[in-house]
């Protein structure tokens, strides 16, 4: 290597690790104000090295550590379930697809294009899961809304299908007397890892981060998930500050709590499990972005 190509890379080198470290500041940040104590802040601003450390915040979030157990089962209830099957289904809608002797090929792509358009209504929407499927409190009602979570999901992995899979492995299998249902799962998925984890890994991120649902299907504290959770907690801390000014009782208790770090220690309980996940998805995300985005 040249001294012309070194200095190429080492600069490319540099470029990119002080990209990542910008990248991660601010979550470091959060973190570093998370466990700052309140006084602290209010002397001295945010700041990522803390002039004195205090776990208030974890405290007060994890006063009813139960509840927030239950929480968090519930999330990782909803999520697994709901990304393996959305997964599944989208598989499933997207594979017959990239097949060019599919019958209705083009009205079929047309009908999930027109999805990525238009939609029903919120009113018709909610009233179809709780009137007429009565899904009003249950599990379920955090898991169907997202199984078919986007028709850019199914073109995606249609276009990696069309172009990646070569359709000599297709043939082959239906020359050995393959089944479609065999060569789908013998010969044509462990040859998606890449678009399967990339797929799977958007449907995780939406079904984790997903406290609508939860707030229009459920009212029982025992099936809330925990961005729900986390949401209501921090209204009602905002609530409670709004009021502050009215009450002396409230600016009592308000000058009590963890205002400010609670909310950053609120968005560190929430994406924390992710972040510890994402690494097993990284190696397969980006392969299966360019090689499924090439053409349709």
């Given at each position: 290597m040249n001294r012309m190509s070194f200095a190429r890379v080492s600069f490319i080198h540099l470029f990119f690790g002080a990209f990542a470290i910008a990248s991660l500041f601010p979550f470091l940040l959060v973190f570093m104000v998370s466990i700052t104590d309140e006084s602290s802040i209010?002397?001295?601003?945010?700041?990522?090295?803390?002039?004195?450390?205090?776990?208030?915040?974890?405290?007060?979030?994890?006063?009813?550590?139960a509840?927030?157990?239950?929480?968090?089962?519930?999330?990782?209830?909803?999520?697994?379930?709901?990304t393996t099957v959305s997964l599944l289904i989208t598989a499933l809608f997207a594979y017959p697809l990239s097949r060019r002797g599919l019958p209705m090929r083009r009205t079929l792509s047309f009908i999930l294009f027109f999805t990525m358009l238009f939609s029903g209504?919120?009113?018709?929407?909610?009233?179809?899961?709780?009137?007429?499927?009565?899904?009003?409190?249950?599990?379920?009602?955090?898991?169907?809304?997202?199984?078919?979570?986007?028709?850019?999901?199914?073109?995606?992995?249609r276009s990696f299908f069309a172009n990646t899979i070569p359709e000599s492995i297709v043939e082959s299998g239906t020359i050995d007397g393959a089944g479609e249902f065999t060569?789908?799962?013998?010969?044509?998925?462990?040859?998606?890892?890449?678009?399967?984890?990339?797929?799977?890994?958007?449907?995780?991120?939406?079904y984790w981060n997903?406290?609508?649902?939860?707030?229009?299907?459920?009212?029982?504290p025992e099936l809330m998930n925990i961005q729900y959770l986390m949401t209501k907690t921090l209204n009602n801390v905002q609530f409670l500050i709004m009021k502050a000014d009215t009450s002396s009782q409230v600016g009592d208790l308000i000058s009590?709590?963890?205002?400010?770090?609670v909310r950053m220690a609120l968005a560190i309980i929430g994406v924390a499990p992710l972040l510890l996940a994402y690494p097993f998805f990284q190696r397969f995300y980006i392969s299966g972005i360019t090689s499924g985005a090439v053409k349709g």
């Open positions: 209010v002397q001295n601003g945010y700041s990522i090295l803390p002039s004195k450390i205090n776990f208030a915040a974890y405290s007060f979030l994890f006063n009813d550590f509840q927030i157990a239950r929480s968090y089962g519930v999330t990782i209830a909803v999520t697994l379930i709901g209504g919120m009113v018709p929407w909610y009233m179809t899961y709780v009137m007429t499927f009565g899904l009003k409190n249950t599990l379920l009602a955090m898991i169907i809304p997202g199984l078919m979570l986007s028709a850019f999901n199914v073109l995606l992995m060569i789908f799962l013998k010969l044509i998925v462990p040859l998606s890892a890449p678009i399967m984890a990339t797929i799977g890994l958007f449907n995780l991120l939406a997903d406290w609508y649902n939860c707030m229009l299907f459920i009212d029982k009590k709590m963890p205002t400010e770090t």
